[in-house]
């Protein structure tokens, strides 16, 4: 009996895109057949369950394959074995780059260790992600933080050259990359409140402005490392509430721009010396390792705690800053206009992001 079979043979290789995130997501090759079956995939190509196992299974083996690849994502477009069109190039690099906002955010400031990496059987029960899926980010992390770390130039720049990322990823693995270096406590109850991108932005300000590579762009680990030099600046602003004078000269001037502008001005002026003291003992201890680890932790408790129980608004906190900060300026005696701009833009940007009300 003659059977007759319809041929195609080509040379670029097929990859399914929903295949391709069940394998990164960790799913065996037959629970990724049984989603896909749940999906309906069966009865829109008319095959069989067979059929739809191999295919897997065969997808599976691909991606396997173009793994080593994707580790150095610059090969994968130099390398012949596998014929893949360019824009599927770039999907399979960003989505394999690609990670968990609630994974990420249970590594974040973490050594990137063999410590932390023994721990991810707990993230992946925590998180709900699979241990697969937690490896291989864990491992992404590591791999660029390896890569990026003794190179010049803009961390961000760094990153999209050498693993082909679209900006927002690459950012987002630069803020990985500060806050791994750093070591940042974001793992603290108070902290819990605030998501990976609200870090991520901060993470953006930090490196923009009070990184070495905010004054010199031609540095090693110029995104990555504060400025220790403006760190040590940073004790002149001490003066502001050392100085009595100076410290009740800035309390009239702020309270004067703010009064008849907000429901919440009684507690503003009542709690002005308290606050104005805790944002300028942060940065006076900037210096100590310690302390900026716990930057965040003591944003929280010396500035937004003690805001959020005088149920400050969003707006409100904005008006305060803004007038707290220009009113520095106009203090005759206080002579480190540049190195307070520089150190409040910062602080500003990270409140305005941190403070949910």
């Excluded at 897997?56 to 396997?64: A, E, K, N, S, V």
């Excluded at 697969?132 to 770390?149: I, L, T």
């Excluded at 050392?242 to 709690?271: I, P, W, Y």
């Excluded at 002005?272 to 201890?285: D, P, Q, T, Y």
Aim: charged content about 30%.
């Amino acid at each position: 009996m003659a059977v007759e079979l319809d041929v195609f043979v080509g040379n670029t290789t097929i990859m399914d895109e929903e295949v391709y995130q069940l394998w990164l997501d960790g799913y065996t090759v037959n629970d990724a057949v049984k989603v896909r079956m749940e999906g309906g995939v069966l009865d829109e190509c008319e095959a069989s369950a067979d059929v739809l196992l191999s295919d897997t299974m065969d997808q599976y083996r691909t991606f396997q394959m173009c793994e080593r690849l994707l580790h150095s994502p610059a090969k994968l477009a130099n390398q012949l074995l596998f014929q893949i069109p360019p824009h599927r190039q770039t999907v399979l690099i960003e989505r394999y780059y690609a990670f968990d906002d609630a994974f990420v955010r249970e590594v974040l400031g973490k050594k990137l260790s063999k410590g932390t990496k023994k721990d991810l059987d707990d993230i992946s029960a925590k998180t709900g992600v699979t241990l697969k899926s937690c490896r291989r980010q864990f491992d992404n992390f590591k791999r660029v933080f390896k890569v990026v770390e003794e190179l010049k130039g803009p961390l961000v720049e760094n990153i999209r050259q050498h693993f082909l990322l679209s900006d927002k990823l690459a950012r987002d693995y630069a803020a990985i990359v500060f806050f791994t270096n750093n070591r940042f406590e974001t793992g603290k109850r108070k902290l819990q409140y605030l998501t990976f991108q609200d870090f991520a932005f901060c993470a953006g300000q930090l490196i923009n402005n009070w990184t070495v590579g905010a004054v010199d762009n031609m540095v090693e680990d110029m995104d990555v490392d504060l400025d220790k030099e403006f760190l040590q600046e940073l004790k002149e602003l001490k003066i502001l509430i050392a100085d009595k004078d100076l410290l009740d000269q800035h309390k009239s001037l702020v309270c004067t721009a703010l009064r008849g502008k907000t429901k919440a001005f009684n507690e503003m002026e009542a709690n002005f010396k308290n606050l104005s003291r805790g944002l300028v003992n942060i940065a006076a201890k900037l210096t100590n390792t310690k302390d900026v680890r716990d930057f965040f932790i003591d944003l929280v408790e010396k500035f937004i705690e003690p805001c959020r129980s005088d149920r400050w608004t969003a707006a409100d906190m904005k008006l305060y800053l803004t007038h707290y900060t220009n009113s520095a300026h106009i203090l005759d005696t206080f002579k480190h206009q540049v190195v307070w701009d520089r150190y409040m833009g910062v602080i500003k940007s990270c409140i305005f992001k941190m403070y949910h009300d």
